[in-house]
């Protein structure tokens, strides 16, 4: 069970760290809908994963993470919508 909890973290931490990446070399936009899901996902990811290590404290820092990124993401994607 250790190594499937392991695995679900590391794709969290993945996820982080590739959006990071690419937008620190100029790969992807801050504001864009893939880099706020990748953000969003990966801090979701890690926040159950620092859950079920029962690390309260990244548990309080991937949900604030994931609010902040569902705000982006939710405004990436009104930003992509025609309301008119």
Do not use: C, K
Request: charged residues 10%; glycine residues 12%; aromatic residues 10%.
């Amino acid at each position: 069970m250790s190594l499937l909890w392991d695995t679900f973290g590391a794709v969290g931490l993945v996820l982080l760290v590739s959006a990071f990446s690419a937008n620190a070399l100029g790969r992807m936009a801050r504001d864009g809908v893939a880099y706020t899901g990748m953000n969003l996902g990966g801090s979701a990811i890690l926040g159950v994963y620092s859950w079920y290590l029962n690390a309260p404290i990244f548990v309080v820092l991937e949900v604030v993470w994931a609010s902040v990124a569902l705000a982006g993401l939710v405004r990436a994607l009104q930003g992509r919508v025609d309301l008119a």
